[in-house]
């Protein structure tokens, strides 16, 4: 038996959705009746039904898995006109989930199951009561857009073995750091913080003369680093995003990073924690753990060798 897709449900990869006009009305028993009748390409998971304006959704199973054509073997309408939304919107990326996420969601239609989209290059793909995963992007700022969560877009863009995904940013403000601890000096990690020099700042990374009255406002690293610099222990703020994140079972999932660590990932329950200058691949790797996918390469090496197998 067919059961209901689970939550944010896409046809992966979206040839596995066929489109078809028919010229019956969409009710599960004419649509029983029509697909019955009919030969399903092997592919096939999922047929969106168009008659005039309205839309439906059903899922099928082919008779023989083996043959291009084969009879259907198995049905289930999914959603019928009253709970189908036919979106057309040509900027949206079919094969993404987030991408359908955000479509659909622009759409949202009290009651609406499926969510039809037409997008790029007139292809077509369905997503299943969207429900994005909400991912927190702890990171200090400035700059804005900081560039973990810039790469987290990155990676939600391209990598179509995700679910939706909606990054949040919690940003640690140095400015707000400044402004809460009032200090006659004040040594920061770099340039990079977007605060002026002068006028009692200064930059770590420029090994500057010392200052027995400036405050660091750094991570653990660069509390290490004054310490070989200048042979003492600083007053300090902490800015480390990886020390901000709140512990607990019901805590969101989080993405930040951390200076210490200086290659791969690191996950510790909800919470994924890249180097401060991580590439994309680890960005990727974090994003599919916090999501519950494979590592890249596992999955689509075996859909492969099944592909390879069958054709």
């Not at 790029?120 to 990171?139: D, G, K, S």
């Not at 809460?180 to 020099?197: F, K, N, T």
Request: hydrophobic fraction near 40%; include cysteine.
């Amino acid at each position: 038996m067919i059961a209901e897709p689970a939550p944010n449900t896409i046809t992966r990869p979206y040839r596995g959705l066929s489109v078809q006009d028919v010229d019956i009305p969409l009710t599960p028993a004419a649509i029983g009746d029509l697909l019955r009748s009919r030969e399903i390409y092997r592919r096939t998971a999922f047929l969106v039904l168009r008659h005039g304006d309205q839309t439906a959704l059903a899922a099928v199973r082919p008779a023989d898995p083996g043959p291009l054509f084969s009879p259907v073997a198995e049905l289930r309408v999914l959603s019928g006109p009253d709970t189908t939304v036919w979106i057309s919107d040509p900027g949206t990326d079919v094969g993404n989930a987030s991408s359908l996420a955000a479509a659909a969601l622009r759409h949202q239609r009290d009651g609406a199951l499926a969510y039809v989209v037409q997008g790029t290059f007139e292809h077509v793909n369905f997503i299943w009561r969207p429900a994005p995963v909400r991912i927190r992007v702890t990171e200090v700022i400035p700059p804005h857009p900081p560039k973990l969560l810039a790469m987290a877009g990155q990676v939600v863009a391209y990598d179509e073995d995700l679910p939706p995904v909606d990054l949040v940013l919690d940003a640690v403000d140095v400015r707000d750091l400044v402004a809460a601890h009032p200090a006659p000096h004040y040594l920061l990690p770099c340039r990079g913080s977007g605060v002026p020099a002068g006028g009692g700042v200064s930059f770590l990374d420029t090994h500057p003369p010392y200052h027995e009255d400036w405050l660091l406002i750094g991570c653990e690293r660069s509390r290490q680093f004054h310490e070989h610099f200048y042979l003492t222990e600083p007053s300090r703020v902490d800015l480390c995003p990886k020390a901000r994140v709140v512990a607990g079972p019901d805590r969101d999932r989080v993405l930040t990073k951390c200076c210490l660590l200086e290659r791969g990932v690191e996950i510790d329950g909800a919470t994924a924690v890249v180097p401060w200058g991580a590439n994309l691949d680890e960005v990727r790797a974090a994003l599919r753990a916090l999501c519950g996918v494979p590592p890249a390469g596992e999955g689509p090496v075996s859909r492969l060798a099944e592909a390879a197998g069958r054709e």
